[in-house]
């Protein structure tokens, strides 16, 4: 939530995004969920720690700004993106729940056909920072869109819609990769499964502030599949996620101080899943939302691993 902003529903009102956003714009910018950031950290992670992974001796093995940049932008596009494909599908079962009706579609500040013109208008941003990647990382690009489209189907037709998020957001663990050396190895496609299990701990401790709702409308998710048992499994995801982890910078020949300050983002995740009220709609959220420092403590250990080892 910005700072010194409340909430109607789950929409933040009175915050930096209401009082600088021309008022004729500031119902798009609350589609794309402008003023709630966390959801493109969730997004740019992936692409982020990747970049790094995989830096060269062209950039001194430090990541490349320039894709940093590119990542970066493209991150908040097509989490917008999302963000408005999902309120068109879920138009009317958003209209039904109050955290949710206060949306812009639901609410009729956005008419559908308005929200379709936008995500056409989202759709052309991100594919002009794709078309700034090389050829490989073009393509590669172009095959994660079906698994976009499908997305917020999943959660009418299984317990795990969590386990498509995880295929679909954290793609960026290979696009980063792709972007660097133009093809992939296994330390990319073991970070890319190791992100998988990240994004089934961090979605399980969002999806248990909305569980009541969920009934209520009938959709599914993994915290109504792992109910009581959700501590335990999110120590396993944390687990599977930092092994994986620890093995991608293995493959890719980081040095042996990333493994050590490895223990910095492995100790946060585990305080999240030890400490997380699943009963609390406000400790869930704040847990969740934390993801992002664990990211960059993930991220200044990948660039101490990949600028110390120099050379593989």
């Given at each position: 939530m910005?700072?010194?902003a ?10 930096w ?37 995989a ?32 309120d ?43 078309l ?10 172009v095959?994660?869109?079906?698994l976009?489209f ?15 998020l995880?295929?679909t ?17 296994w ?42 048992y ?24 980081l ?27 406000g ?26 080892a120099?050379?593989?």
């Amino acid at each position: 939530m910005s700072r010194g902003a409340d909430l109607i529903g789950d929409m933040p009102v009175g915050g930096w995004v209401d009082r600088n956003v021309p008022a004729p714009l500031l119902p798009y910018a609350k589609l794309i969920r402008l003023d709630r950031p966390i959801g493109w950290w969730l997004l740019v992670w992936p692409c982020w720690w990747s970049t790094a992974m995989a830096a060269d001796a062209t950039t001194g093995y430090w990541p490349d700004p320039v894709l940093l940049v590119l990542f970066l932008i493209g991150s908040v596009v097509m989490r917008g993106a999302g963000c408005t494909y999902n309120d068109i599908v879920d138009r009317d079962y958003d209209a039904k729940v109050a955290r949710t009706a206060a949306r812009p579609i639901p609410a009729g500040a956005v008419s559908p056909t308005q929200a379709k013109l936008f995500l056409i208008l989202l759709g052309l941003i991100g594919l002009a920072v794709l078309l700034s990647l090389n050829g490989f990382a073009i393509l590669l690009g172009v095959l994660s869109l079906p698994l976009v489209f499908a997305y917020p189907f999943m959660k009418r037709i299984t317990y795990w819609p969590q386990a498509w998020l995880g295929i679909t957001f954290t793609y960026g663990a290979l696009m980063g990769w792709a972007a660097v050396r133009g093809d992939l190895d296994w330390a990319p496609l073991v970070l890319y499964v190791g992100c998988w299990f990240w994004t089934l701990h961090y979605d399980t401790v969002y999806a248990h502030q909305d569980k009541e709702d969920d009934l209520i409308v009938g959709v599914k998710s993994s915290a109504l599949a792992l109910g009581r048992y959700t501590r335990p499994a999110l120590v396993v995801f944390v687990a599977a996620f930092m092994g994986l982890v620890a093995l991608a910078g293995a493959l890719a020949g980081l040095h042996w101080v990333f493994f050590v300050l490895l223990a910095l983002p492995a100790g946060h995740l585990l305080w999240q899943a030890l400490t997380v009220d699943i009963d609390d709609g406000g400790d869930c959220l704040a847990k969740f939302k934390s993801n992002r420092h664990m990211g960059w403590l993930l991220f200044g250990a990948i660039i101490a691993g990949r600028v110390l080892a120099g050379p593989v």
